[in-house]
């Protein structure tokens, strides 16, 4: 089938279920073996391409028992790959719980040439100087590698991940939206200083998802200790960006599991 | 039975439904390819008349297994093409996900002869002149068929389809139906430029649904790439119709196929 | 059993059902024409006296299959029909999708005498002429009708029915409560005015829900085009009691079928 | 099992079940007779005892088919007989549709000896008088024969009950929990007067849920006309304390039977 | 499998589940007793390290039929026993109902060496001087023992524990993260003097679940008589505190059983 391709950033499908725990026990042990390795092989096969990235995860407490994170250049083929996840398993055994719809964005809040113009400037260097022109143009490889990274991400292996979805307010004194852009950008420059101190412990990927999904942004975070995504999350909350505009869904954490590991998590 | 015919506009039906897999792992392949058969039938007859408009779409992530949006002069027909469609399949295989009522309608915010008038003696024409009659005549034209595009229209087969209802707030603070037509005429005009910027990626269909259903409209776009959904709801949200008074449902994205396809990409 | 009346009104339910597919397609021809015929009279025996009325309606869109609507002088027969109507169905084929308990009353803002007066003597009668007594005395006629009219309601058996229930705001800023009768009676009557004004389109029966069911009160629209439910209910959104005080539910639209027409449509 | 019981007050229970009617119809008579005649028994054991109140219900609408009403010393005992009562029928057949905890509670706002005192010097009486000291000792008698009647309430076997939850608003403007003592006082003394006014057709029960339950109080009204629950719950919404202070949740109004008229009009 | 350790603090996990009585039902009684021992068995397990509490609870209504209260120092051992608790029963017996994930924290507003010194030199003490060290000393050890039972607390075996989780507001007016840290720590401080008060009734843990789930906090009361959590949580409610910024999640009441007396309870 003719692919789905984005003009800019990957698909990225956030897919939570439960296990019918009936209809799994009615099944003999060679159906489970079958469902299992049909499983394992799909998720495989995703995960042999490198524009295709694939986690799996035993969710804390009750709101589901397993999450996939899938990562697609092509929206037909992550699609036809969720329901070939499902369908690995017998038909109602996997149900679902939750589901989010983003893709991969740059920010436009990233620093810009006349951003950086300035600072060089301020630092007394000639425009016209070979050291200006050496710095200019690190900056635009170091900007440029940013952009590339957000865009085309290459998700970190860490042990747990926590998801919740986001809103800017656009309430009738709190308006995200009614703000000038230079406004936004300082609230989210202060906001990304908060996530930086943090950089050693947590990674996160910010998807888009205005026009995909219930919810404006996307936000997952990869650590291998959760303590860290509540100290971070906590410490965010009082930046400003979140404060006063940020509205927060639910939230879901799980552990980074192979499927092998899953099951016996499972106790399928 | 007698048709139940609107004054103005179709009746536009959003149907989605989830695959009960259990009810249809216990088909036999006859009665599977007979349920196929009898729903690729009815949507066939469905749209041999050029009046009934109908298409198919697997809907990314969990929220449901497929969509159907059908836009019919006549509720009756309408209303029962709903029960023809989910009984071509065995009873209970469809289960409800979400459903939106709406019908189609002009806008009142469209221009009249008296804004064209302005524009035209404003660039100096004389009111009896035949210039200004002859571009008076056209304006009326193109408003005619403008308006009979929004009330009959002809909808684009592109590859993916974006659904949200909305409302306009009436909030302590914003509240739209407290302000006058000029006011709000002005929001939507600065509003439709956003829309037009993004015409050659991005068709779209507002409906009305205050009386019919839970929101006041429905909002559905159409695009090969859904990087443009994304796009340019984001963008409208900075419009200050959207920022101020939009409030927004539920978000659904599904991917136009044709009901064979459908049935592989469902793994029916 | 001893009847429940009311020292005002009639009791009036809303009752919405989805079919329960599977369970209907195990039953045989037998019993599948038994239960209809049980529900087809049950409705009839209830219509047998003036007091009782009852319509049947197939629902647009997937929030539910099909709804009754009954009006009853005595709670205890009411809520006997209730159980008698679903359980004319085998055992849980009919499952319940949403349902509105209110009463018929009349409005509070209607005008006094004290009104007319105001309106005779402005016309410069005399209070003690014959003329402004006969007026008045048909005024009162008049009135004495429309409060009838009002609480022992004859529902118009129009081709399609509107339900949504509504509630007069209590925020922080706009709160309906603490307006004093003068300002309340003022917006309610320009709100009026609009009601009118679709008189020959649009009958509309209000129901009080205080104290009986989650809203505040149920509105009933009845007409042969939904066209104007939409049309009514988008210009009411503007005046002023709606634009500041309004607030609604769920919105359900029902097609009006005779008991054999409605199992046909349903594909029963 | 040693009793929990309470420093003040008795522990209520409002218990509200959907009878799944599939497994009922798939009793045999026996089962049918022997499981109302241990719901019945149950109830009698229950009631043997002055300290423990139980009604029963049938339920208006689609909400629920039927509700229980228990009043009890003991917190073990009563969530004992919580499960003798849905155990008393077959596995699965009463569904949990809704329930409310919460316990019978005097009110902080009852008049004290120093408000009396005050209303008696203002008729010139003597605080050393015999006049006023057998007025002052009515008085106690009086407010602790109420007090009591509000932590240890007999209720009445009324008709109808109807039932609600609230809240008193904690919002940016009007703020409950932030008004001082006396203001809160003067709110409930003029909200009590509407109450007294339908104390002939209505009676309330009061029941505190801060730290039990979702909502903040459970109200419990009796009549055996259900237009009286319309009335006075409209005419206390005009009172400031509800005005601008109450949040209701959901309304459930039940028609008091007893259990050999409950299996009969729920059709069992 | 490797532990997932925190750097801080125990994992919480508070687990409620409904018993499928169909399913129970159905089963042998060596079944039951079976699922029950391996229940029991797992808990005694889990219980039998210091670092491992586990209570089993009955809930008072119908929004659960039992509860589990497990804290853990390691995120893969808790979600391990998570499942082998429900999968101790048959596969669906056990039907999750509501959880809450969350870890245990010190507070930030704990005193500091700064408010103490600040106490002992208005107290006229020297720094220099030996009882000032002394104080101060005892002072350290005193608030390492608070923190650490904050941490790493040790659950009383109370006879009702009290669960439900909050925020602190980001309205649009009253916005707690907005708040300096004196003003917020001032809050607090008159906030757990009401908590002091009830010391002797009430024992509480306070958990963190920022970036953990949907709610900021899990507050968990301790209590012999349920009287006491609607006392202090009432009385709560006016510290400003909560009544300006707290919001309140779902409360669930559970009665404190050792697993063969939650058996009988529940009537399995």
Known sequence: MIPIQAAE?????????????????SLDPQQRSGAQRRFSTCLEEYRSSDNH?????????????????????????????????????????????????????????VSQDNDYDRSLRAKGLDPDSEEYQAKMGEFRTRMQ??????????????????FYPMNKARGEVQNWYLLDFETRKN??????????????????????????????????????????????????????ASARFGEFGEFLIGINLEPEELWKRLQL
Chains 1, 2, 3, 4, 5 share one sequence.
């Open 187 to 240: 609230y989210m420059a202060s906001h990304s200083i908060t996530g930086r101190k943090y950089g050693g412990d947590v990674k996160q990927l910010v998807t888009g998802s205005v026009g995909l999904d219930d919810w404006e942004w996307g936000v997952t975070l990869f650590a291998d200790d959760p303590f860290f995504f509540k100290k971070i999350v906590y410490e965010m909350r009082y930046d400003e």
């Open 145 to 162: 590698a940013y952009i590339n990274e957000r865009l085309y991400p290459q998700l970190p292996a860490h042990r747990v991940m926590c």
């Open 53 to 109: 990235q694939a986690f799996c995860y035993a969710i804390w407490g009750l709101k589901a028992d397993l999450g996939v994170l899938l990562v697609d250049p092509d929206l037909n083929h992550l699609n036809e790959t969720e329901h070939l996840l499902a369908a690995s398993f017998p038909a109602g055994a996997l149900e679902p719980a939750y589901s989010f719809a983003s893709m991969s964005e740059s920010s436009e809040y």
């Open 9 to 25: 950033g990957r698909f990225v499908s956030h897919l939570f279920w439960n296990i019918d725990r009936n209809l799994w026990a």
